[in-house]
Every structure is written in C-alpha cells, then in structure tokens.
C-alpha cells in the first residue's frame, strides 16, 4: 500500500558529506513522524532522527551539530543531510514513516524502507 524508497547512500571519506533521501508512495492520505535510523553490522538498529509533520525535529546524541533532518510534505519526502562523517557513522540507513493509510477507511500504519548503505572510509 505504502512504498518508502531511500537514495543517496554510498562511500565517502571521513570528513565527507552525504544527503539521503526518502520518498514515499502509493495510498497516502497523510504522513505523520517520518525517521532516519542506522544499523551498523552486529549491532541494533537506532534511531538517527524524526521530524514531525509540523517540523518538529529530535536527533540521537550522536548526529546533533551534524546532520539535519527536513521534509517536503507535497513531495512526501523526507531527508537528511550528513555532515563530518566519521567512520562509526558507516552503516545501513533506514527511513520509516508513521503513514495514515487510505484503504476502505483511514488507518494508521507504520513503514520501512528498503535500506542504502552509508560507508565513511579513506
């Protein structure tokens, strides 16, 4: 019903910048939370940033003074632009999304999306 279908990804030194995007398709009727989150190999999946659809923003610790969180609601497409990245930044990055859902009604569902592959290296 709802596809989330990340870009941006790829291998960039450390020091480097990167922006991911994240668009959203199919039976939309609104978008609420949408989220960035990372899992590095052998470790759980964590919470990089959220924005809210009036554009409040929360980040982890972790990515504050570094990367910003935006969305375009006409767009249906949410972002994040990673500045100074340091190797422990390496690691898939997912975007998920709080989507209010047309179907014979209205309901709430929560969504991922596929994956890109973030590697910061020399």
């Known amino acids: 019903q709802v596809q989330l279908v990340e870009s941006g990804g790829g291998l960039v030194q450390p020091g480097g910048s990167l922006r991911l995007s994240c668009a959203a398709s199919g039976s939309i009727f609104r978008i609420n939370d949408m989220g960035w989150y990372r899992q590095a190999p052998g470790k759980q999946r964590e919470l990089v940033a959220a924005i809210t659809s009036g554009g409040s923003r929360n980040y982890a610790d972790s990515g504050k003074g570094r990367f910003t969180i935006s969305r375009d609601n006409a767009k249906n497409t949410v972002y994040l632009q990673m500045n100074s990245l340091t190797p422990e930044d390496t690691a898939v990055y997912y975007c998920?999304?709080?989507?209010?859902?047309?179907?014979?009604?209205?309901?709430?569902?929560?969504?991922w999306g596929q994956g890109t592959q973030v590697t910061v290296s020399s």
């Open positions: 998920n999304a709080d989507v209010m859902v047309v179907t014979n009604r209205i309901v709430q569902s929560n969504y």
